[in-house]
């Protein structure tokens, strides 16, 4: 087809969320006929990403600043707090525009059957900013999966000598579902109708 450069770029791209082998060659193949339109400025904007994007301390959110855009908003309600398995739902649920507060990212869930255990989620950040006072609730929107409904179950007990509301995600939520493949109106309706846990 072409030479080791196209192969590689083929095969990189290939890799990406989406994208197969044949999504893979018609991408390359649309760069390749305008390189100077299409293909170098991507490549600066991924040098330029690559070195600025780094995740928030405060939250975990992948941001240029640090803290980020969110956690230095003014307009925020600092005093909701709503955790996230990862960077995808928080971008799902800003997209949704349906949250006022802050997030915290937790990196992943529980997983016996791949060997997640509590150490190897961002807890601990969640844990101080709760203690520091000011926090008056925390929304555990995580997936309605087995893994989140144990990470769900797990983070409630460590919230709950803090004496914050705790809540979930209510309805629209399918089991099985990821928040960051869910549509606005979905993600809006599941958010507002939180339950109490």
């Given at each position: 087809?072409?030479?080791?450069?196209?192969?590689?770029?083929?095969?990189?791209?290939?890799?990406?969320?989406?994208?197969?082998?044949?999504?893979?060659?018609?991408?390359?193949?649309r760069?390749?006929?305008?390189?100077?339109?299409?293909?170098?400025?991507?490549?600066?904007a991924?040098?330029?990403?690559?070195?600025?994007?780094?995740?928030?301390?405060?939250?975990?959110?992948?941001?240029?600043?640090?803290?980020?855009?969110i956690?230095?908003?003014?307009?925020?309600?600092?005093?909701?707090?709503?955790?996230?398995?990862?960077?995808?739902?928080?971008?799902?649920?800003?997209?949704?525009?349906?949250?006022?507060?802050?997030?915290?990212?937790?990196?992943?869930?529980?997983?016996?059957?791949?060997g997640?255990?509590?150490?190897?989620?961002?807890?601990?950040?969640?844990?101080?900013?709760?203690?520091?006072?000011?926090?008056?609730?925390?929304?555990?929107?995580?997936?309605?999966?087995?893994?989140?409904a144990?990470?769900?179950?797990?983070?409630?007990?460590?919230?709950?000598?803090?004496?914050?509301?705790?809540?979930?995600l209510?309805?629209?939520?399918?089991?099985g579902?990821?928040?960051?493949?869910?549509?606005?109106?979905?993600?809006?309706?599941?958010?507002?109708?939180?339950?109490?846990?």
């Amino acid at each position: 087809m072409g030479g080791p450069e196209i192969e590689t770029l083929i095969a990189l791209l290939a890799k990406l969320p989406g994208m197969g082998p044949r999504s893979a060659r018609r991408a390359a193949l649309r760069m390749l006929q305008q390189p100077e339109a299409r293909m170098l400025p991507l490549a600066v904007a991924l040098a330029r990403a690559a070195e600025a994007v780094k995740p928030c301390a405060d939250c975990g959110n992948l941001d240029s600043r640090d803290p980020c855009s969110i956690c230095t908003d003014p307009q925020r309600d600092r005093s909701i707090v709503c955790v996230v398995e990862g960077v995808g739902d928080l971008w799902a649920l800003e997209r949704a525009r349906v949250h006022p507060g802050l997030y915290h990212v937790l990196g992943g869930t529980l997983s016996a059957l791949s060997g997640i255990g509590p150490e190897d989620l961002n807890v601990a950040p969640l844990l101080s900013r709760v203690a520091e006072g000011g926090v008056s609730e925390v929304i555990l929107a995580l997936g309605a999966t087995v893994d989140g409904a144990t990470t769900t179950h797990w983070l409630m007990d460590r919230l709950r000598p803090f004496h914050v509301e705790v809540s979930s995600l209510a309805q629209g939520v399918p089991m099985g579902g990821a928040l960051d493949v869910l549509d606005d109106g979905t993600l809006a309706t599941a958010l507002r109708a939180r339950r109490r846990l």
